[in-house]
């Protein structure tokens, strides 16, 4: 028993040794020694995050970094990236967090955390008003003689390649102008998160967002946190939970996202 003890209270500085250099690499650490909490986001997916001809962002996501990086005492440094280059940005350490509408995922979950989801979302159809009793299902849009269009590198690709693949397929790399091909006929379709869908439809009176309320296919938001980085995740994710608890979220919520 004694050897055994010894043998347990051996180990200890080991493990405690293994545990420190983790909690000294945190982004929790960097951010608050630096002051700036760089944020890496596409800006191109209203109503999460925008990035105006003027340089400045705006957006649900932008208002929620501003408010995480004020309860850590810095200022926001948003880094614009593009979906396809995401995740490589993102591991490649350009920022400390990820944010703009991030659907969970389980291949992004693979490179890093995710924060607790801020918001329930799905995928949802927007086409002409016109067409909206023609697009209602799966099967009404995965057909030969539809054109879909998707912009490229996020999840919208992944569920016109997987879910719509009968479909006639085109990708748009302007995820800011691909509404007007819609708008102006030059595609049918474009399956993208219902709260997007739900703000282009406002803004372009020729287009509607079919059944936002009832989405093909379940997604979540969330943000992106460094991989291992549990320190990091815990104070994200109850800052999230303090900023719903207080109203702060719903507040910011109500600015952006239609209901």
């Given amino acids: 028993m004694k050897h055994l003890l010894a ?3 051996l180990c200890l500085p080991a493990l405690a040794g293994a545990q420190t250099p983790g909690a000294a690499q945190s982004a929790l650490d960097t951010v608050m020694a630096g002051k700036t909490l760089r944020v890496c986001t596409p800006g191109d997916y209203r109503p999460f995050s925008f990035h105006n001809p003027d ?3 705006e957006g649900l996501d932008v208002d ?3 408010s995480l990086a004020k309860s850590l005492g810095a200022k926001v440094e948003f880094v614009k990236t593009s979906w396809s280059n995401l995740m490589a940005d993102f591991t490649s350490g350009k920022c400390d967090i990820g ?11 693979k490179k890093a955390f995710f924060s607790e989801p801020y918001m329930v979302n799905g995928k949802t159809p927007i086409t002409l008003c016109s067409n ?7 099967a009404d849009i995965n057909k030969p003689e539809v054109r879909v269009i998707h912009n490229p590198g996020g999840s919208n690709e992944t569920f016109a390649k997987t879910h719509l693949n009968q479909a ?12 007007n091909e819609v708008a102006e006929g030059r595609a049918d379709v474009f399956v993208t998160e219902a709260a997007e869908a739900k703000v282009q439809s406002k803004r372009d009176p020729r287009l509607c967002a079919v059944n936002p ?5 379940y997604a979540e938001m969330g943000y992106l946190v460094p991989d291992g980085d549990m320190r990091f995740k815990l104070f ?3 800052w999230l939970h303090l900023s719903k608890a207080s109203g702060e979220y719903a507040r910011l919520a109500e600015k952006w996202v239609p209901q």
């Fill in 7 to 9: 043998s347990a209270l």
């Fill in 55 to 57: 340089g400045s962002f």
């Fill in 64 to 66: 929620l970094m501003g």
């Fill in 99 to 109: 944010a703009g509408g991030i659907s969970v995922s389980l291949e992004r979950q």
């Fill in 132 to 138: 909206v009793k023609k697009f209602q299902t799966i």
């Fill in 168 to 179: 006639k397929l085109a990708v748009h790399d302007n995820n800011i102008g691909i509404f």
């Fill in 213 to 217: 309320d009832k989405p093909l296919q």
């Fill in 236 to 238: 994200v994710d109850q």
